[in-house]
């Protein structure tokens, strides 16, 4: 197989692969490596994962980064002012 014939998997079931592996692993910030197994067209190998990756040869990354570590440290002000507006609506017996 040459590299120009690879297909790679669609988006939606790479992306629900790293959530189940976000929520097993309890990681937020991680990558993996994933190959298709020859044999069966429709199964995939997760081979690596990497909980501290490298992003240098990623287009953009910078960006990505950016955004990952604002909304990190921006949820847990979203989830204080949520649970406050709970509490404020709560009625007191």
Do not use: C
């Not at 490298?54 to 910078?62: F, H, I, L, V």
């Not at 847990?76 to 649970?83: F, I, M, R, W």
Request: aromatic share 12%; no cysteine; proline share 4%.
């Amino acid at each position: 197989m040459r590299l120009e014939d690879a297909v790679m998997p669609p988006t939606d079931f790479v992306n629900e692969i790293a959530g189940g592996l976000r929520r097993a692993l309890g990681l937020q910030l991680f990558n993996f490596d994933m190959i298709r197994d020859v044999r069966a067209g429709d199964r995939y190998l997760v081979i690596d994962i990497n909980y501290f990756p490298g992003y240098a040869k990623m287009p953009g990354y910078e960006i990505v980064l950016t955004n990952f570590f604002w909304d990190m440290v921006h949820k847990d002000d979203v989830a204080l002012k949520e649970e406050e507006e709970q509490s404020n609506h709560a009625v007191v017996k």
